[in-house]
């Protein structure tokens, strides 16, 4: 680690060069100064992958739930800034999954958006465990047990059956280079991590690929990754159709495996506790696949798409996922950026009220 005095200089050329690094921005000399050696080092290592990669977002990531309450001075005001919760108001997690007073039917925006790919992830932390850039290579694969335990029992559910499939190497569940390669190909499972220079300086994507796999249920619309970016990332997916079926099969799942998985990692303030400060709270990305292709026409960086999105409290990712660009036809990935101090049901209104913004900006 470079001295002290290097960190800082290198910290205050980011915040001069990129002033959407966040980590940069809240970044403060003195309260630097003023850690003894360990908590300092921890420090460094929440913060090592916006010092490295400078054209980060947010640039840290937590290794231990309560880093969130030991380094609130560096990470609060970025959780604010990018959550958009103002100063003066307090930070706080409320939940409502009730989705039974409103309905979402994307085909009563256009019947043409009847067959859009819908998806709505929550990222969850076991409270067992150290968060992912701080676990050894054993306790990644004890993790992987631990969840595996738990599917064996989702699997004896009849709405969920299914599977879990593996890819750290020669276990009973684990499935061929050949099979990872469709299952990413079909955004079931995700990306080799160990390509991801974010998640490498954060050490998130460590002793790759032991003790990551995903679990799979029998209709495929409800998916569970273990070992990403998060120890569990719980997700329902389905083409076409109403965002409340999409977000009901999720709060099922997730209440179920809640009574079978070890206690998650909770904050009174912050909800769930997540590897990335932009996933607490809800711990919730809501996104669609949509063809926006007159939007992001001769736009190749996407600017045009993502500043009309922003207004709507919407981001935009490529369909390839996060860091990707626009798919055939401008297939784009739509979500609402806030995951904290709103609710789940906020959200699923958020991205349904977003979406039919976007479409007629798209057809006008
Ligand atoms: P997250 O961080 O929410 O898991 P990423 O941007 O890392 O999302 O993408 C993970 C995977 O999920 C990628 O393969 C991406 O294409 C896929 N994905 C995201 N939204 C949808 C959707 N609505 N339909 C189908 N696949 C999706
Ligand atoms: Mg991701």
């Not at 039974?100 to 709505?120: E, K, Y």
């Not at 676990?135 to 599977?163: C, H, N, W, Y």
């Not at 806030?338 to 009220?353: E, F, K, P, S």
Request: hydrophobic share 40%.
């Amino acid at each position: 680690m470079p001295a002290k005095q290097d960190i800082i200089n290198t910290i205050a050329q980011i915040k001069r060069d990129h002033p959407g690094n966040l980590m940069a921005k809240y970044f403060d000399p003195d309260y630097y100064n003023s850690l003894d050696d360990t908590p300092r080092a921890r420090l460094e290592k929440i913060i090592a992958t916006g010092v490295q990669n400078p054209t980060s977002e947010m640039g840290a990531y937590a290794m231990h739930p309560d880093d969130y309450d030991l380094f609130a001075a560096q990470l609060a005001p970025m959780i604010r800034e990018f959550h958009r919760i103002p100063k003066g108001t307090p930070i706080a997690q409320i939940n409502d999954w009730d989705t039974s007073a409103t309905s979402c039917d994307l085909g009563a925006i256009d019947p043409a958006l009847r067959d859009v790919s819908m998806r709505v992830r929550v990222a969850r932390n076991a409270s067992t465990f150290p968060l992912p850039g701080a676990m050894d290579k054993a306790q990644r694969i004890a993790f992987e047990q631990v969840a595996i335990t738990a599917f064996s029992e989702l699997i004896q559910t009849p709405d969920f059956g299914g599977k879990y499939l593996s890819i750290t190497p020669g276990t009973p569940h684990s499935i061929d280079n050949n099979e990872y390669d469709a299952r990413v190909a079909s955004h079931q499972m995700f990306k080799d991590m160990s390509a991801d220079k974010y998640l490498n300086v954060a050490g998130i994507s460590g002793d790759w690929p032991h003790g990551r796999g995903m679990y799979i249920s029998a209709a495929e619309d409800f998916i569970v990754w273990v070992g990403e970016e998060d120890h569990l990332r719980i997700m329902s997916m389905q083409t076409g159709g109403n965002l409340n079926t999409l977000f009901e099969r999720l709060h099922t799942g997730l209440t179920i495996l809640g009574k079978l998985l070890p206690p998650f990692a909770m904050s009174d303030t912050y909800g769930a506790i997540a590897s990335c400060p932009t996933n607490l709270g809800a711990g919730m990305r809501a996104s669609l696949h949509v063809k926006l292709p007159n939007l992001c026409a001769n736009d190749p960086k996407l600017t045009r798409i993502t500043a009309e999105a922003k207004k709507l409290g919407l981001a935009i990712r490529g369909a390839g996922g996060e860091h990707s660009g626009a798919g055939k036809g401008g297939l784009l990935d739509i979500s609402p950026s806030a995951r904290l101090g709103v609710t789940q049901m906020q959200i699923m209104q958020r991205l349904y009220d977003g979406v039919a913004a976007l479409w007629k900006l798209e057809n006008a």
